[in-house]
């Protein structure tokens, strides 16, 4: 989901997190604010995978890559759910 030049990279529990974080990776270096949006147990497990990974590529290329995490109460199906977000900054 892309708003101006912010990305938010919604992460499920089968998604793979070389991939996650290969996108979030590209979209930081073309100039992106780049958010992760994991709910339930699984799904944040990967995304915590993907944001590890982020780290050692952004590492590769000199960068440092660090993040802050939170929530956010997200609307599915007419059902509230609280997902678990982490910010990329780098």
Same mark, same amino acid.
Request: charged share 20%.
């Given at each position: %989901? &892309?708003? !101006? =030049?912010? %990305?938010n990279? $919604?992460?499920? @529990?089968?998604? !793979?997190? +070389?991939?996650?974080a #290969?996108?979030? &990776? =590209?979209?930081?270096?073309? @100039?992106?604010? &780049? +958010?992760l /949006?994991?709910?339930?147990? @699984?799904? &944040?497990?990967? %995304?915590?995978?993907?944001? /590890?990974?982020? $780290?050692? %590529?952004a590492a +590769?290329g000199? =960068? ?5 995490? @939170?929530?956010?109460t997200? /609307?599915?199906n #007419?059902?509230? *759910? /609280?997902?678990? =977000?982490?910010?990329? *900054? +780098?």
């Amino acid at each position: %989901m &892309v708003n !101006d =030049k912010n %990305m938010n990279l $919604r992460v499920a @529990g089968r998604s !793979d997190p +070389s991939s996650v974080a #290969g996108s979030a &990776v =590209k979209y930081i270096h073309e @100039g992106f604010n &780049v +958010s992760l /949006t994991a709910i339930g147990a @699984g799904a &944040v497990n990967q %995304m915590l995978k993907s944001v /590890t990974i982020a $780290r050692s %590529m952004a590492a +590769s290329g000199g =960068k440092d890559l660090y993040f802050v995490s @939170g929530f956010a109460t997200e /609307t599915i199906n #007419g059902e509230e *759910k /609280t997902a678990m =977000k982490i910010f990329l *900054k +780098s």
